[in-house]
């Protein structure tokens, strides 16, 4: 089915499956006004031989998503066994057959003034189609901006709360003003954290190298797939460490990794090349296995993907 918008995506909100343009909220809605809300960022990719979609770690983001939602002391009433039911759900109603993007969504839901937080909460499920995020076959040139990361004693980056991006829309909007692909955010003391919405791996004497949690960093799914991937099919060392400024001007590789971003490999950084200047071996290696590993090529990780069930429909129908 081919959608000109996403007007008619059926979506799920307060416990029924309904049209996007029908799934409103009150302008007075806390989240709206506080950011008093905690979301996900889920993958699905699309495999033509196969005739179905596969979504990638799903049950891992609902676990993090619920675990970050008790941050803010929500509550999402399904387990992740029955949100990823919803999702398979809500591909099945839409028969998508291309590459989608899963939104889940808990905020509070109170519609009056005043920012202490009650407990009326609500959440919503999206899926859409969705491309490429930030295409980077060429490469990416990466700036480190001024603004600082967020630290974990302000609003904690790791939870994923939907008021602590505006860090990350700052920053995104200072690096792209100023030519940059993505902004590299550094922390208070300096260090570098991530990108605004992607981690950050460096290679330096042929050791993967990237900031621990403890650096004010969401602690990315992908980030996880990547490092076992670098461990099991590379068999490098991969060490979590703080990472000078400086060394991103003197390593060897650098690269971006998260659901939306994929493995985006940053060939220069302000202004400096990385490495040769071109994509490094690593860097296209880790992308590849990536690639591989959530299209279903990779039988060692197909315990990361989970099957929309397209095939079924008809035979739900007959
Ligand atoms: C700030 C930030 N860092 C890192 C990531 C990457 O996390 P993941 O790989 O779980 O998508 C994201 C995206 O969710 C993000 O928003």
Known sequence: MKMESNADVIV??????????????????????????????IRGYWDGPQQDLFLVRPHDHYVRWKKNCGILR?????SPAQLCDVTRELIRRNQFRTNVYV???????????????????????IVIPFGAYLPSENGLHAGVVSWRRIEDNAIPGRGKICGAYVNS?????????????????????????????????????????????????????TRESIMELARTELKLEVIERPIDRSELYICD????????????PITKVDHRPVGSGSIGAISASLRRLYEEATRGHMPQYRRWLLAAGLKTISDRAA
């Not at 929500?74 to 399904?78: E, G, S």
């Not at 109170?110 to 009650?118: F, N, Q, S």
């Not at 993505?182 to 922390?187: C, G, L, V, Y």
């Open 103 to 125: 939104r889940p969504l808990a905020y509070k839901s109170a519609e009056r003034i005043g920012v202490a937080p009650d407990s009326q909460d609500a959440f919503t499920v």
């Open 169 to 221: 829309a700052l920053a995104s909007d200072e690096a792209r003003l100023n030519g940059f692909d993505e902004a590299i955010f550094p922390t208070e003391h300096g260090h570098v954290a991530e990108g605004a919405t992607c981690n950050i791996f460096m290679v330096r004497n042929g050791k993967l190298i990237t900031p621990p949690g403890s650096e004010n960093i969401l602690e990315g799914i």
């Open 12 to 41: 799920y909100f307060n416990n029924e499956y309904v049209p996007l343009k029908d799934a409103k909220v009150s302008i007075l809605t806390h989240a709206l006004h506080y950011g008093t809300g905690v979301f996900e960022g």
């Open 253 to 264: 590789e650098l690269f971006f990794t998260g659901t939306a971003v994929e493995i985006g």
């Open 74 to 78: 929500m509550q999402v009433p399904l």
